[in-house]
């Protein structure tokens, strides 16, 4: 919104701490426990700080990581609405030259989905997806656990150390270990029990 980022920094400027409270990147199995928010430090789209701990916290999310896909006939393309910080948020051009530049990098069909705040299915649809494309879209995540290779152009995005930056590599994407930044990630989403009652706000002004 017009002028939020300007008042958060001025409050930064006296030394308090600013967090940006967003969607969760993805849901815990079940949602045992109500709903989530994602929390950070400074900045929106993962790229803030946020202390992080072991690997348990992602353990009980009780996700389970599908198998890297190698085969796909498309790249499905994971726009965003484009609002937020300057140099976070996705380029309002963004959207409108991404398909002209991966063709440069492969002859595969191209499908855009566009975000579900302005149309449907909720869900992206992964099917016969050989990656997905992003600036920086929670959507993305979801193709990481799908086990669909993610390209992403947001430097700082959250899932970086599981997808490639680019798109030049799109014919040879990242096929690594992904449960590191997963293991990360956790630890910036917060049930909204935990958040009535104070821990992740604990755990900002202790551990960062």
Not at 159 to 172: H, P, V, W
């Amino acid at each position: 919104f017009p002028g939020v980022e300007g008042i958060c920094r001025q409050f930064e400027a006296v030394g308090a701490l600013v967090l940006v409270a967003e969607n969760p990147w993805i849901k815990p199995v079940g949602e045992k426990r109500g709903g989530m928010v994602a929390l950070c430090q400074g900045h929106h789209n993962g790229v803030g700080a946020w202390p992080i701990g072991d690997s348990t916290r992602w353990s009980s999310f009780e996700i389970e990581l599908s198998p890297w896909r190698t085969s796909g006939e498309r790249v499905l393309v994971l726009p965003q609405r484009g609002y937020g910080e300057l140099g976070i948020a996705m380029p309002p051009t963004w959207g409108q030259t991404v398909m002209s530049r991966i063709s440069k990098f492969t002859n595969r069909s191209i499908v855009i989905r566009q975000h579900p705040g302005l149309f449907r299915p909720k869900e992206p649809d992964f099917s016969k997806a050989w990656c997905a494309v992003t600036w920086a879209s929670g959507a993305a995540i979801k193709a990481l656990v799908a086990g669909v290779p993610v390209f992403y152009e947001l430097k700082d995005w959250v899932g970086k150390a599981a997808a490639k930056y680019g798109l030049r590599d799109i014919e040879n994407p990242f096929l690594g270990d992904r449960l590191p930044m997963f293991e990360r990630l956790a630890w910036a989403q917060w049930y909204l029990d935990e958040v009535e009652s104070g821990e992740p706000f604990v755990r900002f002004m202790e551990k960062l």
